[in-house]
């Protein structure tokens, strides 16, 4: 049978998502824990991998498993043998052609930016931080820029092995929650680093380096050497995978990242 799990977690304590030799990865302890349950070797399918530093609360993972379990199983029972920082929301079975990557229409990510002059203490690691003054219309301007189907290699990592930059982002947004900046991102897929390199072009614009314009410049230029340095991992967020509704899987099912809801 194939089951779809709801997963969130805190990507501090982690080498990022996706399994390595030496272990210390999500999926390392994901697959460790329902292996377990399972009663076998068991592997998953993320719909987004995420990088060391990056949180989730809104993760989806598939899983094939020959042991009939109750969903509860799949739920409580793998949260006993995970770490405090990673844990399951829910869990569905699932038709066997369903995929978590494949079957996905859209991710959402969200980056908050504590922006004061006093760096973050409660908050380490779970937000970045800018103590110079920000300027959200100027940024709000900008991204608008940034909706729609663009070629995206001016915020593209050298290291991606996305075989296309072209993608079509839906949803550019941000606003200001007190000395919380909050970016919200929406797009059929995302390139490596893109989300963090364009909070890293709004945040200039934001900081008055560079007018709101120019983040059009930059996607015709199509260079990367000519946009700004990638923002730090610590504020970043996955926060949604939407499906079509025939799959039965919750709707934003995962709560928002506390500070800047919704």
Not at 41 to 61: F, I, L, N, S
Not at 131 to 140: S, T
Request: glycine residues 8%; aromatic residues 10%.
């Amino acid at each position: 049978m194939r089951v779809a799990l709801g997963i969130e977690y805190d990507g501090g304590a982690f080498h990022g998502w996706q399994t390595q030799p030496g272990g210390g990865t999500v999926q390392d302890a994901l697959e460790a824990a329902l292996a377990r349950i399972a009663g076998e070797p068991t592997r998953v399918v993320c719909a987004g991998r995420t990088d060391a530093g990056v949180h989730a609360t809104g993760q989806v993972v598939h899983f094939d498993a020959a042991a009939q379990r109750p969903l509860i199983a799949w739920v409580r029972g793998v949260n006993s043998l995970l770490p405090p920082s990673v844990a399951v929301g829910w869990a569905r079975f699932v038709p066997e052609d369903f995929h978590a990557r494949f079957s996905a229409r859209a991710r959402a990510y969200r980056y908050l930016l504590l922006n004061r002059p006093q760096r973050p203490g409660l908050e380490h690691a779970r937000v970045g931080w800018l103590h110079r003054h920000l300027d959200a219309d100027a940024m709000r301007d900008a991204a608008c820029h940034l909706v729609g189907e663009h070629d995206f290699s001016a915020f593209r990592a050298a290291a991606c092995q996305a075989k296309t930059p072209v993608k079509s982002l839906f949803r550019a947004e941000l606003r200001r929650d007190g000395d919380l900046v909050v970016f919200d991102f929406e797009a059929s897929a995302f390139l490596y680093h893109m989300v963090r390199n364009m909070v890293g072009a709004l945040v200039c614009v934001g900081a008055g380096k560079r007018p709101p314009d120019w983040i059009a410049e930059l996607l015709e230029s199509r260079d990367r050497r000519l946009a700004a340095p990638t923002f730090p991992a610590e504020g970043l967020y996955l926060t949604r995978i939407r499906y079509d509704a025939a799959w039965g899987l919750p709707v934003d099912a995962a709560h928002p990242c506390r500070r800047g809801s919704e």
